[in-house]
Nanobody, 120 residues
Framework: QVQLVESGGNLVQAGGSLRLSCTVS????????MAWYRQAPGKERELVAT????????SYADSVKGRFTISRDNAENSVYLQMNSLKPEDTAVYYC?????????????WGQGTQVTVSS
């Protein structure tokens, strides 16, 4: 059974910080690079950050580089997103999943996401 459970979203003022967590079913976590995505109202889902399964190499969208940090705990089947210096344009529903191409988005299960709202 596929499990993706995101948490940690909240309402925060600009400049603040949040830490998102995602619990992932072992069947996905043990074989996949993981990623965080976000979708703002009226916009397409976008890739925010990625982390490899072995070695923990990371990559970030230019819009969050230097502010967000992705990490994973292989013992806990969890992936995290530390978000600092938040901006109103970071407001979105955040999702975690295996690393997918945009074409693959529609074919894979997604969790409910967690809402992040940044006020100015």
């Amino acid at each position: 059974q596929v499990q993706l459970v995101e948490s940690g979203g909240n309402l925060v003022q600009a400049g603040g910080s949040l830490r998102l967590s995602c619990t992932v079913s072992r069947s996905i976590f043990s074989i996949a690079a993981m990623a965080w995505y976000r979708q703002a109202p009226g916009k397409e889902r976008e890739l925010v950050a990625t982390i490899t399964r072995i070695g923990g190499s990371t990559s970030y969208a230019d819009s969050v580089k230097g502010r967000f940090t992705i990490s994973r705990d292989n013992a806990e089947n969890s992936v995290y997103l530390q978000m600092n210096s938040l901006k109103p344009e970071d407001t979105a529903v955040y999702y975690c999943n295996r690393l997918l191409t945009q074409v693959q988005y529609q074919y894979y299960y997604w969790g409910q996401g967690t809402q992040v709202t940044v006020s100015s």
